[in-house]
C-alpha cells in the first residue's frame, strides 16, 4: 500500500543546532514533494518545494533534499529558534488533483 | 498575498443538524479542497473542485457534500452531523499543480 512516514516522536532540540526532519514514503513516484508549517489551532503554511530532479533546495536557513532512490527526503533548519516550534508536514504531489500529507513532526526548540 | 478565509473558527452543533463550512479565496484559483486533519492521521482529502460546479470525491467523502456556484467560494455541507465528523476542517486553494494554500481551519465539535 501507499504510505507517507514522519517522525511521530516529537523533536526536541536546543535553541542554535540544527533541527533534521525525516519524511520517508513507499510506492509513489512523486513529481514534487513539499514542506508545509503548521502551527497549533492554525492551517498549514507553505515553506518549501523540490522537485523530483533536484537533489536539495534552500531558503534562508531552511534546506530540503530529495533522494527519489531512497524514497526519502530531509528537512534541515540550521540555528533554530525557539520561534521555529510548530509542526511541520510533508506532502507529495504524484500528479492528478491529489497531494499526499504526512501527520507530521512536531518541533519544539528550547532557548 | 493570497488568502483563504473560513467562515468560523470553532463551531459546536449537535447530532443530526446540517451544517455549513464556507470558504473563500481572493486569487482566482481554480482548484479548491476540503480536507480534515485528525490528530496522527495527517490531512484527508474530503472533496476537490476544480472549476465551478465542478467535483471529485477525496478518500473520505462519506456524510458529506460540496457546492462551488462562484469560483472564489466553496462549501462543505455535513448532511447530518455525527459525533465521528468532530474535527479540523481545512480549506485550501491553488492554481493548477502549484503550491496549496490554506485557510485558517474551523474546529467543529460534534455533541
Known amino acids: 500500500s501507499q504510505k507517507i512516514e514522519q517522525n511521530s516522536e516529537a523533536l526536541n532540540i536546543q535553541e542554535g543546532k540544527t533541527a533534521t526532519l525525516t519524511c520517508n514514503y513507499t510506492?509513489?513516484?512523486?513529481?514534487?514533494l513539499q514542506w508545509y508549517r503548521q502551527d497549533p489551532g492554525r492551517g498549514p503554511v507553505f515553506l518549501l518545494l523540490i522537485r523530483e530532479n533536484e537533489k536539495e533546495k534552500r531558503k534562508e536557513r531552511l534546506k530540503v533534499t530529495f533522494d527519489t532512490t531512497l524514497k526519502q527526503s530531509l528537512f534541515h533548519i540550521t540555528a533554530s529558534q525557539p520561534a521555529d516550534s510548530a509542526t511541520y508536514l510533508c506532502a507529495l504531489y504524484t500528479g492528478g488533483f491529489k497531494t499526499i500529507f504526512g501527520a507530521g513532526t512536531r518541533l519544539f526548540v528550547k532557548a | 498575498d493570497v488568502k483563504v478565509t473560513q467562515s468560523s473558527r470553532y463551531l459546536v452543533k449537535r447530532t443530526g443538524e446540517k451544517v455549513f463550512l464556507e470558504c473563500v479565496q481572493d486569487?482566482?484559483?481554480?482548484?479548491m479542497f476540503w480536507y480534515r486533519q485528525d490528530p496522527g492521521l495527517g490531512l484527508r482529502l474530503i472533496y476537490f473542485s476544480y472549476d465551478v460546479k465542478m467535483k471529485e470525491k477525496g478518500d473520505i467523502p462519506e456524510g458529506y457534500s460540496v457546492s462551488r456556484e462562484k469560483k472564489e467560494r466553496f462549501s462543505l455541507i455535513l448532511e447530518s452531523a455525527s459525533t465521528n465528523q468532530t474535527s479540523m476542517y481545512l480549506c485550501a486553494s491553488r492554481w493548477s499543480t502549484d503550491t496549496q494554500y490554506f485557510g485558517p481551519g474551523t474546529r467543529l465539535t460534534v455533541l
Open positions: 486569487m482566482d484559483h481554480e482548484n
Open positions: 510506492n509513489y513516484s512523486p513529481a514534487y
